[in-house]
């Protein structure tokens, strides 16, 4: 996310709203039956499916090939609906517990029509800035003139593909140069750890005209359980500012 954008302009940008639009968006992928994966378990465990339909009250969806993910699916409290077509990822969560049900003369599965859809182009990444009130570190180690260095500090914004972390100083980091390991924690323990590589050092004055410094930082093979737990966390705190907004 970028601060240029307005709230409603991001809407435009990231999300399908609205009950018949939502219905529309998942209906090209219930046409095509294009392979979706939904992961529970914080990312941890997930079953391949394809949806079958999209209606107001529910959106149904094919059982997994294995009975027993299909089972700890059921007891999982959320779940995230990963997919993509033509270049463009859509993704979304459930809104309470997934249930077993018919469809037709066979069982398959059911939650509630998600009130919001998030779709992103090829190589788009939905960023968000990060409190600045209990905020989250990261650990950056690399390796500068055949000697280990350790860097830490507040992550400015993140997205699934990076982040910008901010310094009081210049740090000793240049662009193009490989982090050997990143390792920061968002709220609920959920731990984010790889590699990556800088992309920029910016600088920037703070509010009393004092230097401060943005390093960019892409991941490298960030695994796809991290980049759900990151996206919970753009989406969750994206939600919540817009809760406060609304009071």
Known sequence: MTSALTDDEIDDRFFVFGEKQIIATLGQFIYQSIP????????KDFI????????PESLIFDLGGDARANQRLLKSASCVFVTAVNGIRVQFSSSGHVKQVRWGDADALAIKLPTRVLRLQRREAYRIATPVVNFVAAQL??????????ERAPIH?????????????RPDLEPGQPIVRITFTLPERHVIEGEGVVRHVTEFPDASGKPTYRVGVAFKDLPRSMEIAIQRYIIELEHARRSMSLD
């Open 36 to 43: 979706v994966s939904v992961l529970f378990d914080e990312g």
């Open 48 to 55: 391949l499916t394809t949806l079958l339909e999209a209606r």
């Open 141 to 150: 180690q690399a390796i500068q003139h055949g000697v280990a260095c350790s």
């Open 157 to 169: 914004n993140v997205s699934v593909f990076g982040f910008c972390a901010l310094f009081s100083r």
